[in-house]
């Protein structure tokens, strides 16, 4: 901070904008102070600084926000530190680079410290179960014990969740405080967004964005850099977003591309699924005894698909011709999961890619996905192998 604020006076840059926490008065944790303390380094270097001063930041890749996520969608039930019921007063990102920008474009004799923060004033046991009803969770119990200290506490969350302790520990220290906004001065120099800010319930709805409406991605090798800023981006850490479980399979065949997209095409139904017939017909028992569709609706067609067409126990989501074929599950399963197919040129043959991707809802979503996984070999490796030699077969006929 001191470089910083030391090179902004020998540039004589216009401003500084510094995005800080939310505190209350009196003794701060080590995180929150310095915090504080940057934005008082960076006021005092002499360049008009603007210090906006948020609580948790509700979007994918804050890490105050995944702590909640990944507590919610995996614990039904949490013993927690007594900070479960100080109350917290939630932003929502998109409402965050709004205040940024309004500092960037305000008076630059306004500059100073100012509190940000969403409509709503939260204990964080509500945000845990505000988020729950968003992601289609049961509500979470939350039992707040005296003895989970911040280090256990710390322990605790990265024993359950993929956030590291070292990012746990400060977060969990700093809810040991409330962190509400002081006062609204920020009004006065920076305008509220047009329609308002964002409730906390739909900050979340728009931070579990595309999986929450169901609207996936064409493919997702096609990740897209830009959208709303909710959204997840390539450069938010490995622990940011929802959970995702992935097998991919990838293999290169002397058979013709058309050859392999006719066998893609023609999946399922009397053709089968080209591995392990018992284990997908016992897939098809399991879901029809669980009130599901099973194996028995076949397809329409033996050879053609189109979008929306029923494939056993999937529904034809997407088809690129040649190229494509996804398939997304309607069997009963804990979470939301597809099946991608894909066939590409590769010199005097064709490549096959494949890959089911499954999203867990809850503990009972990421204890499907294990149990399953023993599986994964006989079943993902048996089809690629299969598909691939029944395209190898149909080329030399």
């Given at each position: 901070?001191?470089?910083?604020?030391?090179?902004?006076?020998?540039?004589?840059?216009?401003?500084?904008?510094y995005?800080?926490?939310?505190?209350?008065?009196?003794?701060?944790?080590?995180?929150?102070?310095?915090?504080?303390?940057?934005?008082?380094?960076?006021?005092?270097?002499?360049?008009?600084?603007?210090?906006?001063?948020?609580?948790?930041v509700?979007?994918?890749?804050?890490?105050?926000?995944?702590m909640?996520?990944h507590?919610?969608?995996?614990?039904?039930?949490?013993?927690?530190?007594?900070?479960?019921?100080?109350?917290?007063?939630?932003?929502?990102?998109?409402?965050?680079?709004?205040?940024?920008m309004?500092?960037?474009?305000?008076?630059?004799?306004?500059?100073?410290?100012?509190?940000?923060?969403?409509?709503?004033?939260?204990?964080?046991?509500?945000?845990?179960?505000?988020?729950?009803?968003?992601?289609?969770?049961?509500?979470?119990?939350?039992?707040?014990?005296?003895?989970?200290?911040?280090?256990?506490?710390?322990?605790?969350?990265?024993?359950?969740?993929p956030?590291?302790?070292?990012?746990?520990?400060?977060?969990?220290?700093?809810?040991?405080?409330?962190?509400?906004?002081?006062?609204?001065?920020?009004?006065?120099?920076?305008?509220?967004?047009?329609?308002?800010?964002?409730?906390y319930?739909?900050?979340?709805?728009?931070?579990?964005?595309?999986?929450?409406?169901?609207?996936?991605?064409?493919s997702?090798?096609?990740a897209?850099?830009?959208?709303?800023?909710?959204d997840?981006?390539?450069?938010?850490?490995?622990?940011?977003?929802?959970?995702?479980?992935?097998?991919?399979?990838?293999?290169?065949?002397?058979?013709?591309?058309?050859?392999?997209?006719?066998?893609?095409e023609?999946?399922?139904?009397?053709?089968?699924?080209?591995?392990?017939?018992?284990?997908?017909?016992?897939?098809?028992w399991?879901?029809?005894?669980?009130?599901?569709?099973?194996?028995?609706?076949?397809?329409?067609?033996?050879?053609?698909?189109?979008?929306?067409?029923?494939?056993?126990?999937?529904?034809?989501?997407?088809?690129?011709?040649?190229?494509?074929?996804?398939?997304?599950?309607?069997?009963?399963?804990?979470?939301?999961?597809?099946?991608?197919?894909?066939?590409?040129?590769?010199?005097?043959?064709?490549?096959?890619?494949?890959?089911?991707?499954?999203?867990?809802?809850?503990?009972?979503?990421?204890l499907?996905?294990?149990?399953?996984?023993?599986?994964?070999?006989?079943?993902f490796?048996?089809?690629?192998?299969?598909?691939?030699?029944?395209?190898?077969?149909?080329?030399?006929?």
């Amino acid at each position: 901070a001191a470089t910083i604020a030391a090179a902004g006076a020998a540039a004589s840059v216009g401003r500084i904008v510094y995005l800080g926490g939310l505190h209350p008065y009196g003794r701060l944790s080590r995180h929150l102070r310095s915090r504080t303390e940057v934005g008082e380094i960076l006021a005092d270097s002499g360049v008009p600084t603007f210090t906006l001063q948020a609580g948790v930041v509700i979007g994918s890749g804050s890490a105050s926000f995944e702590m909640v996520r990944h507590l919610t969608d995996v614990l039904p039930y949490m013993p927690a530190p007594r900070w479960v019921r100080n109350q917290i007063q939630p932003i929502a990102v998109r409402d965050v680079l709004h205040y940024l920008m309004g500092a960037a474009r305000a008076d630059a004799a306004a500059a100073g410290a100012y509190d940000i923060g969403g409509p709503d004033v939260l204990r964080y046991g509500q945000m845990m179960n505000g988020y729950a009803v968003e992601a289609g969770l049961p509500q979470r119990a939350i039992a707040a014990l005296p003895v989970l200290t911040p280090g256990l506490a710390s322990h605790w969350v990265n024993l359950v969740t993929p956030i590291p302790r070292s990012i746990a520990r400060p977060l969990v220290e700093s809810l040991q405080h409330d962190c509400v906004m002081k006062d609204h001065r920020v009004d006065a120099v920076i305008p509220r967004p047009d329609g308002g800010l964002t409730p906390y319930r739909r900050a979340v709805r728009l931070a579990l964005g595309r999986v929450a409406a169901d609207d996936v991605e064409t493919s997702w090798q096609d990740a897209e850099v830009l959208g709303a800023p909710s959204d997840p981006l390539p450069s938010d850490p490995e622990w940011a977003g929802r959970t995702v479980y992935t097998d991919r399979r990838e293999a290169r065949t002397r058979a013709r591309p058309e050859a392999l997209w006719s066998v893609i095409e023609g999946i399922g139904g009397a053709n089968g699924w080209y591995s392990s017939p018992l284990l997908w017909a016992a897939r098809g028992w399991m879901d029809k005894l669980a009130g599901g569709v099973g194996l028995a609706r076949g397809r329409r067609s033996t050879s053609r698909v189109v979008e929306g067409d029923v494939v056993d126990f999937w529904r034809v989501e997407k088809v690129e011709p040649g190229r494509m074929l996804r398939l997304r599950a309607e069997m009963r399963v804990p979470g939301l999961a597809w099946l991608e197919l894909g066939c590409a040129p590769d010199g005097d043959g064709a490549r096959y890619t494949q890959r089911a991707v499954f999203f867990p809802q809850g503990l009972s979503g990421r204890l499907y996905w294990l149990s399953v996984l023993p599986f994964h070999g006989a079943i993902f490796r048996g089809m690629a192998n299969r598909i691939t030699a029944a395209a190898e077969a149909e080329t030399t006929r």
